[in-house]
C-alpha cells in the first residue's frame, strides 16, 4: 500500500522482518495532520496485522521526527468542531492498539505532538541532535495527545512542568539521563542501530515479544498486585508455545534457538 504523507519499507532477512514507517511531510516538518495520522495508523495496523513483521520502526527526516500537530491545520477549529470529533482520539491512538514492539527513532526536533508520539513508541533511540519538547503553551494550548500524563511519568514532575510550564527543551543526552529515550547514538548510526536492535527482537520469539510489551504497558495501568498477577498469567502462557519448547531445549543442549519456525 502507499501512501502520501509516510514512505514504507521492510528490512532483514529472518523468518520475522521489520516494517520501517517514515513521516515525510519534509516542507512542513512533519508537522502531524489528519491525514498524516489516518495514514499511520493504517501503516501501523498494517505492520501489526502481517504475519511476517516482528517490529516497527518509526521514523521522520535528519531535520525532524515531527514539529507538532499541524498548527496551520488546527488555527481555525472551535471548540465545537474539536469536542463533537473528539479531535485527535480517532486517529492518535491507533498506536496503543499495536502489540508488536514499536522502535521511536528521533533525528532534529520531536515537539508538542511529536514529543508526544516520540513517548507513544516503546523504545526511543536518540540521535545526538534530537530535541525534545512540549511548546503547545506557547501558541495558547496545552498539550493534547499523551504529554501532560507520560512525560511526567517519563521524566518525573519536577521535569515535565518545566517543559510544560517554560517550552524548555530537553537534548538528548539529557532526555537519556531522565529515562525519556532509550539510547542516544551519532545521527550517522541511529537507524542502522535501530535496525540491528529490531532484527534482535524480531529473532526472539514473537509471543513472548508481544507478551513482555503488554506487561510492561500493564505496569501504567494497574496496582502492583495486578500487574505482577498479570505478569505471572503471561509466563504461565508462555510454557504452551513451541519457542519455550525451543528456547530451554536450545540452552541445556548449548545450541541457538530458532524461534518463530514453527
Ligand atoms: C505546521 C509547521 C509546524 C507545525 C513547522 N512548520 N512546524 N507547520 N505545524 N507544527 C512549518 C513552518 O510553518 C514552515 O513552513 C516549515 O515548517 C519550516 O519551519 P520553520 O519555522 O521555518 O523552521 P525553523 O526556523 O527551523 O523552526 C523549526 C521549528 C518551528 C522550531 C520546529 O517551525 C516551530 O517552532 N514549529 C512549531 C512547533 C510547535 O509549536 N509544535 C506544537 C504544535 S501543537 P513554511 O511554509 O513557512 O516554510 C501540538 C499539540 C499536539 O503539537 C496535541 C495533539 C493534537
Known amino acids: 500500500m502507499s501512501y502520501e504523507t ?10 520475522l522482518k521489520t516494517g520501517v514507517i517514515t513521516l515525510n511531510r519534509p516542507k512542513a516538518m512533519n508537522a502531524l495532520n489528519d491525514q498524516l495520522m489516518d495514514e499511520l495508523g493504517a501503516a501501523l495496523l498494517a505492520f501489526d496485522r502481517d504475519d511476517a513483521i516482528g517490529c516497527i520502526i518509526l521514523t521522520g527526516s535528519e531535520k525532524a521526527f515531527a514539529a507538532g500537530a499541524d498548527i496551520a491545520a488546527m ?3 472551535d471548540f465545537q468542531k474539536v469536542y463533537s470529533s473528539n479531535y485527535i482520539s480517532r486517529n492518535w491512538e491507533t498506536i496503543r492498539s499495536v502489540r508488536k514492539p514499536v522502535i521511536g527513532v528521533v ?15 516503546d523504545v526511543v533511540f536518540a540521535a545526538e541532535n534530537a530535541k525534545f519538547g512540549q511548546p503547545e503553551i506557547t501558541i495558547g494550548v496545552i498539550a493534547g495527545a499523551g504529554g501532560t500524563q507520560r512525560l511526567p511519568r517519563a521524566v518525573g514532575k519536577a521535569k515535565a512542568m518545566d517543559m510544560l510550564l517554560t517550552n524548555r527543551w530537553m537534548d538528548a543526552a539529557e532526555a537519556e539521563r531522565c529515562g525519556l529515550v532509550s539510547r542516544v547514538l551519532p545521527a550517522d548510526r541511529v537507524m542502522a542501530e535501530a535496525l540491528a536492535a529490531a532484527e534482535k527482537i524480531c529473532g526472539f520469539g514473537r509471543l513472548a ?3 513482555t510489551k503488554e506487561a510492561v504497558n500493564a505496569a501504567y495501568e494497574t496496582p502492583l498486585s495486578q500487574g505482577l498477577q498479570l505478569e505471572r498469567r503471561l509466563f504461565h502462557s508462555m510454557f504452551g508455545t513451541a519457542d519455550q519448547r525451543e528456547g530451554m531445549d536450545a540452552f541445556v543442549n548449548k545450541r541457538k534457538p530458532a524461534f518463530n519456525r514453527g
Do not use: F
Open 6 to 15: 509516510l514512505l514504507t519499507d521492510i528490512h532483514g532477512d529472518g523468518p
Open 75 to 77: 488555527k481555525d477549529y
Open 107 to 121: 533525528q532534529g526536533v520531536a515537539l508538542g505532538g511529536g514529543c508526544e508520539l516520540a513517548m507513544m513508541c
Open 209 to 211: 515479544v508481544m507478551a
